[in-house]
């Protein structure tokens, strides 16, 4: 599905990602760690196809197509959905006109008529549930007045309404409680599937033991020094990530 | 269409359908975003009778000989003209105006047969056809929306509706020239009793050469059970525009008026000075709301309607109340204050306001709230959009009188910005004359993120498309205050008028 050989990435002439290789099939839970500044969320920006970063080599093919050729809005519609560390607010836009907009661009891309209010009603709902979201929530601005954890909530809320191929949650875990890490990754795996792939990208081992991944990979220094099956994030959480430095080199 | 909408939905969903139904719209909106053209940039070929090009005393004798008018209107319009003579354009305002030729304009321009009033098909076929392509047929208007239309077609009132069901009422809704031939004494005791002949510039110019507009009165404790609409179009080339509006409201009445344009496309420049009065007795509200979209002029500035606007409510008895709403997204340069006189004790003045300009456009508008009653409330909510090369001014005053104990204002204005090679200014006047009473005054200036942009991008929402959600929530305290079909049009001039200004 997403295929990214030989990445590397600038921001402002500095690189970020140096040679970076990563395959995501179909089924597939990733999980990318590794501490601050690694790149980690330059990865989801890039793929996401967020301005200001400029690939100086290498490629990312999704579905075989070069994504680094598509505008940020087409691979939103080819279903690639990134979760956002820090969500913006958009105020006097409610998250239903949000989401009904969003949704019905996904269907005139794909030939469909814009869905119907009905069954629009229903995804919603079914969509609340999952991530224990209010109706006062969908009714406000988008992420305007949320707490920390709504806003991470209604990322996968999002990603429950838009039922992406590849869903990149960049840092999701970030700022939760317990109790509302346990309802985020209830909703993440609710929503896997043999079709779609996740990537969970996290600094620490906490959210992996709600999601378990498939593959575990430590991103240091711009580059995948170490991947692993969900072992890696255990023995991770004991050793921290001093003792790969030196594998790095 | 939009009254179906609705119906239909609010049995599908009982609880659910007004959120489903304004994102319905709102998307529907979003699908006729098209092109950046004018849409409205066609032009109807009906014989018109005109007057010859200048303005004189026998100019005005003119006007008032065609309308039939009678001794006292004539010597009101020379009146205001001896008084515009000695007058000076105002030079005040954040504008580049140029120099305009008034002896270069044609004053009086009608369309030669005034058809029946009895049904539309006496209507000329053609002004029909025109309306239809707005889509605001009166047929449409008519069956589905209840709005009593008064569809004023250059200068003359060729169509009004729903009599029947006003007159039951006691309410008066008709052209003015009908109003000083049918109802001269309430003309007589209103007209310019608000904004005087003299009160600057543009009014005297109107009160001299004014060729027509509405007249609207709801008689004591009538609350009127439709929204008054008028729809004006320019329509003729060289031909200035000079509305006059008045109405009344008598003791406990209420009425919501609604105003809406639309300008074919034109090389020249066209004046347009209209006068709108609004007279609130005891105990009376009006609510009078506008979406503006005169042609604004090509993408290079050139050509666009000059929108050069007197309006003033009198809050006249005590417990009134005058409410505009307008929503500006045309003319090439609008200079354009609708006020309030809050003269009754617990008088309300309130004014709700997006103003957009992009390209060339120049827009200084703002609000005048003049407390002189005890305990008088004021609101100025001004929602700015400057995108191209445009400027975009608020100015406000804020007036409290002495005896104007107890008062309030409180001011909101804010300005987005989108793009770098436009201007947002606020000119707020405070003027305070006693110490019981409180004015506040908020002010923001904001621009469009890149972060909120790739937000909506990622989620498959275009760039334009991302423009016209985030512009509609950052206008919805306005936008809100409209009539729903009238919120609607607001909502795509918005869109429209924004095509283009990103990326």
Not at chain 2, 18 to 32: F, G, P, V
Not at chain 2, 72 to 91: C, I, Q, S, V
Not at chain 2, 440 to 460: M, N, P, V, W
Request: proline share 4%; with cysteine; aromatic share 8%.
């Amino acid at each position: 599905m997403l295929n990214i050989k030989n990445l590397h990435v600038a921001i402002e002439g500095k690189e970020i990602i140096r040679g970076l290789n990563l395959e995501v099939k179909a089924g597939e839970v990733h999980a990318i760690m590794g501490p601050n500044g690694t790149g980690k969320s330059t990865l989801a920006a890039v793929v996401a196809g967020k301005e200001g970063y400029d690939v100086t080599q290498g490629e990312v093919l999704y579905h075989h197509k070069d994504l680094l050729e598509m505008a940020t809005e087409e691979r939103a519609l080819e279903g690639i959905f990134l979760g956002f560390q820090y969500p913006v607010e958009i105020p006097g836009v409610s998250m239903t006109n949000f989401m009904r907009t969003a949704l019905n661009e996904q269907r005139k891309y794909r030939g469909l008529d814009p869905i119907p209010p009905g069954e629009f009603l229903e995804r919603m709902e079914k969509a609340k549930k999952l991530v224990d979201i209010h109706d006062k929530l969908t009714n406000r601005s988008v992420n305007e007045g949320f707490s920390g954890g709504e806003k991470k909530r209604n990322e996968i809320f999002q990603m429950a309404m838009l039922e992406p191929t590849l869903a990149i949650l960049d840092e999701t875990d970030s700022g939760l409680d317990i109790d509302a890490l346990k309802v985020v990754a209830h909703g993440v795996n609710m929503l896997k599937s043999k079709d779609n792939a996740t990537i969970v990208i996290t600094h620490y081992q906490r959210l992996l033991e709600y999601i378990i991944p498939d593959f575990v990979h430590v991103l240091f220094d711009g580059k995948i020094v170490k991947s692993g099956g969900k072992e890696l994030a255990i023995e991770l959480e004991e050793k921290g990530y001093e003792w790969l430095k030196a594998e790095a080199v | 269409m939009l009254l179906i909408t609705f119906a239909g939905l609010f049995k599908i969903l009982p609880n659910k359908s007004e959120e489903i139904t304004m994102s319905d719209d709102k998307n529907n909106i979003l699908d006729e975003v098209t092109q950046g053209e004018y849409k409205y940039g066609f032009f109807t070929d009906i014989e018109m009778e005109t007057a010859p090009k200048g303005l004189d005393e026998g100019t005005i004798r003119f006007i008032s000989e065609k309308k039939k008018e009678p001794e006292w209107m004539l010597d009101f319009r020379l009146k205001a003209f001896e008084r515009w003579k000695t007058m000076k354009e105002p030079n005040w305002a954040h504008l580049n105006i140029p120099p305009i030729d008034y002896q270069n304009i044609i004053y009086y321009a009608a369309p030669k047969k005034k058809p029946q009033l009895d049904s539309l098909d006496d209507v000329d076929p053609e002004l029909l056809e025109t309306f239809n392509k707005l889509g605001i047929s009166l047929d449409e208007q008519k069956r589905l929306t209840g709005v009593a239309v008064d569809a004023v077609f250059d200068s003359v009132s060729v169509k009004t509706t729903f009599q029947d069901t006003l007159k039951k009422h006691g309410i008066v809704f008709c052209s003015f020239s009908e109003a000083v031939q049918n109802h001269p004494d309430l003309v007589k005791k209103y007209m310019g009793s608000v904004v005087p002949a003299g009160d600057n510039y543009f009014a005297a110019l109107n009160s001299a050469v004014f060729s027509d507009g509405s007249f609207c009165y709801i008689p004591p404790g009538v609350r009127c059970p439709v929204e008054l609409s008028t729809y004006f179009r320019i329509n003729s080339a060289g031909t200035g525009q000079f509305e006059r509006t008045l109405i009344v409201a008598d003791e406990g009445a209420y009425v919501s008026y609604l105003e809406g344009c639309t300008a074919p496309m034109r090389d020249e420049n066209q004046l347009h000075a209209a006068v709108v009065e609004i007279v609130a007795l005891k105990d009376a509200e009006v609510k009078y709301s506008t979406v503006q979209n005169w042609y604004p002029g090509d993408k290079n500035g050139k050509g666009g309607v000059y929108n050069f606007v007197t309006k003033r409510g009198m809050c006249k008895g005590n417990q009134s109340k005058i409410s505009w709403t307008q929503v500006e997204t045309g003319s090439a340069i609008t200079w354009k204050y609708p006020s309030c006189v809050l003269l009754g004790d617990n008088s309300i003045g309130e004014f709700y306001s997006v103003a957009v300009t992009n390209n060339h456009q120049q827009a200084d508008t703002g609000s005048k709230m003049t407390h002189i009653g005890k305990n008088t409330k004021s609101t100025i909510i001004s929602k700015g959009i400057s995108a191209g090369f445009s400027n975009n001014s608020y100015r406000g005053l804020v007036k409290i009188a002495r005896r104007a104990e107890n008062s309030r204002n409180f001011s909101q204005c804010d300005s987005l910005l989108l793009g770098d090679k436009c201007g947002a200014h606020t000119f707020p006047y405070i003027d305070t004359g006693n110490s019981s009473s409180i004015v506040e005054h908020e002010a923001t200036t904001s621009k469009i993120s890149d972060d909120q942009l790739f937000y909506c991008l990622q989620r498959g929402i275009d760039t334009e498309k991302a423009i016209g959600l985030i512009v509609n929530g950052y206008a919805k305290e306005v936008l809100k205050q409209l009539p729903m079909e009238f919120a609607v049009e607001a909502q795509k001039l918005l869109a429209v008028s924004l095509e283009g200004s990103v990326g």
